[in-house]
């Protein structure tokens, strides 16, 4: 009997407790599933049936042509019907300890064996008292042969793909057992705003339990927010920061799109 191994890197702390289990070799695009609190809290969620594409802590973004977000015709609407792309990589290497506790990873995004990215992906973590600093930083070099346009998402208004707020960019699903009730900081704040910082503050057996996404405001990288509702079963907890979400971006052969997110995982 053969076993299946899908591979992974688990990332620790100078004492050994695991940080983040992240799968590099994912179909569709890698992301981490495991994200945890000093204290051991998972605040990443497992995807649902509904959602099969919402992985963990993840990096996707939707073209005018190919869709690296949703990974199935059937998740896409009927009026919107892009081409399944795969973000494949192509080398993964921890970093040496004088550039940090993490790895660097080479991904290609490709549509069959078209590429339409070729990405340099850099994370990495550093311990604070209380919480573990996540650094995540992404380099998109449009790799087409022709201009690339980046849409906020394939749900758009009036049946017109990426015409709403988008979606994509680096989101995370959160875990319902720790943030059914959660509260989202600063209050007010609402998707569709260019934050410095925004946190989900949850709790597990009377313990808080935090998450942070924080950006350089320049980024312009656009919130989208969602919380659990007790009176919507469907609800979830869920955040991302995109660089399209708010209006489309068209990358010329060549060109670069970087962004550089800090995700904090805090007990409080």
Known sequence: MSTNIVPTLEIRDSSGKLCGTYHYED???SFFRGLYTPSGLNVVA???????????????LTCSRVNFWEESLSAEPSDCQLAIGRQQTTTVQPLTPAQGNGFLQEVAWKTGEAITFNETR?????????AYVWRWN???????ASDVTIISSVWGSNGNCGRSLGYC?????????????????????????????????GQFAGKGVKVTFEQDVSQANALFVTKYNALEPGSFAFMSLGPTNLHPRSLSPGQMLEGTYIITVADV
Do not use: M, W, Y
């Not at 992404?138 to 087409?144: E, V």
């Open 27 to 29: 179909p569709f695009k």
């Open 46 to 60: 497992c995807p649902p049936p509904d959602h099969p594409h919402h992985k963990g802590l993840q990096f996707g």
């Open 122 to 130: 850099t994370i990495t973590v550093k311990e604070v008292p209380g």
């Open 138 to 144: 992404t380099k998109l070099f449009a790799a087409a």
């Open 169 to 201: 960019g680096l989101g995370l699903r959160l875990a319902r057992e720790l943030f059914q009730n959660a509260e989202l900081l600063p209050p007010g704040i609402e998707s569709g705003s260019i934050p410095s910082s925004v946190s989900f503050l």
